[in-house]
């Protein structure tokens, strides 16, 4: 009898050696750690969900009332820069989830390429949006800051749109609403481009941890969550991409 | 009082404070400040909040003061009502949000569902961090000058009028939501993921249910109030317009958002309470609760209807008149879940083994206080005397009936209860019972005459008043300094306790809970041996059998 609760109590220390290092004491298991962040995970996006949710409602409710001035606004916007900015960002979900695949797969330096594509595909898309911020504050469309409302009375004072959409001039009342579709404008893009750019930072850690092999010896919870994250970045982007530059055209 | 009483406590003269436990293991300020244990970081919380309570307390103290006479003569009237604002948000946002699912819930969620910890530690101390911030913040503001927009921040007051703190209150407020939001994640996740074998959704203490239903209210609607607040602060500084008239924007949309939040931010603060309710009147009647998967599920009607009540905020804003039967009729409905709870817990108390120990006292306070107030949000909630009502002395009475009658009824009942789990010692009997009686008597005192001032027709948020309201007000100024000696008393006599209570064993109450089969104060990992649920909850047949057990074994 002696001998043989050694030997369990000798198993009980090797199951404990067993234990990789990155399970947490509070766990009892590292299947029951990895399904614990994930869900976690899940709920951040959730309270995410209902945080933009503020902005889409906002969005929806002056985008019905000032319908005109919100397609006027619209026509401001290049289409161009933003199908490039769905493109771009579509793509990096593309190579996330590689990264993810790299990481459960235990390929380091795939992992390390895929998340440096990501990390140059968002700095990417915030080069383009930087582009597109800089035309709406040199034609004064940036509400609060000397706002104008020259390209919505007398559209064709501003010959490029002009030329592309025919708008007609709206009336001042209107026209002064096209501030609110600016506002929207700003907040949903800025929030998603706050959004990108704390992405942005968290992967530039990612990689270096990367390339120390954090990722690639079966503990890949962190970069799952990630994709979550940057996936739910990107989704919210192809709505905005919709609901702001696509009004008139359907 | 001896032979009705549940209370076994060990032989006093052999018994000691198990000396490895959660407080014991480690020392020094850092070994707390820098904790994981979700034990040591309720005791945080309740340090703090605490802390918070007493200000909104003494702020609560100069408006009554204030009150006494029709006059505005201790202070002048923009300075009331910084004083009830401040008072107001320092109540509701670092006070009641966090009360009891910060500190009791943080401590025994985790022990009640047999874990070692909350599934994410250290954002359970992030959530801490970031209610000191705002709470610190929240002070800061008060000290440069305060806010006067109310509690509500109501545009366009908050936005173009005043010129007082809004941003740095609402920075205040906007960092404390995002503790609540941790919180509750946290919460969620661990109720889900770190169950101990055998603890099956069915067998949860109704403790459980109630903070998992406030959970998901913390995690879908705090965000909103976030995104209102950060919408606030910009149309403050740059003029964005969102909720400006003059450019389109339209003010009520802040309350939409607004409400959409703070709605459900009172359920936020009643659930947990009513959580607590459940255990203290199965364990004082030793009986398990009449109906346990209506109550369950009455917890979790409470979240879903409260979000789709929000409106009843709004019935003289202009909103459109069908919208105002609906939200009338669901505001109706979030009584019926709330009447399931207090009949349940009546039947539950029918034919038990009743003992009048504090915690049982404090729990009748909410019951009553609780039907009350639950029963005058329904005349709030019929459209057509919510327009007489609304804005006056009765819907100040309405809140308070239900936040300090009920949420603090509940916290002080809760916090008897588990505070010989918390330190090993027991409070003193006498005295407790004493406070809960004075608190009942202040309180009814305070705010009954509040009731029929707001019949009358008296406004809230004024500094002066038609003298004929004055004996009213007397009266209610005097109740307020009954309740605050109900106040002071537990501090007084639980910080006595923690030196000189006696020893309180592991299961002083004789209760079911897995919180209570284990070592009082618990070791940092809560339990020796991991835990396995082979009864249903509240099952004192097992628990006898279990003791008789360990008799046996002890003999």
Known sequence: ???????????????????????????????????????????????????????????????????????????????????????????????????VWCAQTRRRRGLVL????????????????????????????????????????????DPEVYAEYHDKPLAPDMARHTELYFSLYFLMTGMHALHMIIGIAILGFMILRARAGTYTAGHVTFVENFGLYWHFVDIIWIYLFALLYLISRH | MSENTIVSLPDQSTARIPRDNYITRENGLLSWLLTSDHKRIAILYLIS?????????????????????????????????????????????FFLVPSVPATLGNFFIPMMIGAKDLALPKI?????????????????????????????????????????????????????????????????????????????????????????????????????????????????????????????????????????????AVYIMILPGMGVISEVISTFSRKRIFGYTAVAFSSVAIAVFGFFVWAHHMFIMGISNYAVLVFSLLTMLVAV????????????????????????????????LFTIGGMTGVFLGSSGTDIHLTETYFI??????????????????????????????????????????????????????QFILGMLGMPRRYASYPPEFQILNVFSTAGATILGVGYLLPVLYLIWSLKYGEIAGNNPWQATGLEWQTQSPPLTENFAVMPVMDHEAYDYDWLEKQQKKEAHRAG
């Open chain 1, 1 to 99: 009898m002696p001998d043989s609760s050694e030997n369990a109590h000798g198993a009980a220390l090797a199951a404990h050696e067993q234990h990789p290092s990155y399970l947490r004491h509070h766990f009892n298991s590292v299947e029951q750690q990895a399904d614990a962040s994930n869900f976690a995970m899940w709920l951040f996006l959730l309270t995410e969900v209902m945080f933009f949710g503020g902005l889409f409602t906002a969005y929806l409710v002056y985008r019905n009332w000032y319908y005109p001035a919100f397609v006027s606004g619209s026509h401001q916007l290049n289409v161009v820069w933003g199908a490039t900015n769905t493109v771009v960002l579509i793509f990096s979900s593309f190579t996330m989830a590689m990264g």
């Open chain 1, 114 to 157: 895929c998340l440096t594509l990501t990390f140059i595909l968002g700095l990417s898309f915030l080069g383009i949006k930087t582009i597109e911020y800089r035309e709406k504050i040199e034609k004064h469309h940036v509400p609060g800051f000397h706002y104008s409302l020259q390209s919505f009375l007398d559209p064709q004072s």
């Open chain 2, 49 to 93: 909040i605490t802390f918070f309570f007493f200000i909104g307390g003494a702020l609560a103290g100069l408006i009554r003061l204030e009150l006494l006479t029709p006059q505005t003569d201790l202070m002048a009237t923009d300075t009331y009502n910084k004083v009830f604002t401040m008072h107001g948000v320092i109540m509701v946002f």
């Open chain 2, 124 to 264: 359970n101390l992030l959530s801490w961090y970031l209610y000191m911030a705002g709470g610190l913040l929240a002070l800061y503001t008060m000290a440069i000058g305060g806010v006067d927009t109310g509690w509500t921040f109501t545009t366009p007051l908050s936005t173009h009028y005043v010129n007082t703190n809004v941003l740095t209150t609402g920075l205040a407020v906007f960092i404390a939501g995002f503790s609540s939001i941790l919180t509750g994640l946290n919460f969620i996740v661990t109720i889900h993921k770190m169950r101990a074998p055998g603890m099956t959704w069915f067998r949860l203490p109704l403790f459980i249910w109630a903070h998992y239903a406030a959970s998901i209210l913390m995690v879908l609607a705090t965000p909103v109030v976030a995104i209102a607040i950060l919408l606030v602060a910009l149309e403050r500084t740059l003029g964005i317009g969102v909720f400006d008239p003059t450019k389109g924007g339209d003010p009520l949309l802040f309350q939409h958002l607004f409400w959409f939040y703070s709605h459900p």
């Open chain 2, 337 to 368: 879940p709330s009447a399931i709870k207090i009949f349940n817990w009546t039947f539950t108390l029918y034919k038990g083994s009743i003992t009048f120990e504090t915690p049982l006292l404090y729990a009748f306070g909410f019951m009553g």
């Open chain 2, 396 to 449: 100040v009475a309405h809140f308070h009936f239900v936040m300090v009658g009920g949420m603090l009824m509940a916290f002080l009942s809760g916090i008897h209860f588990w505070w010989p789990k918390m330190t090993g010692r027991m409070y003193p009997e006498k005295i407790s019972q004493l406070a809960a009686v004075v608190t009942f008597i202040g309180f009814n005192l305070t705010f009954f005459p």
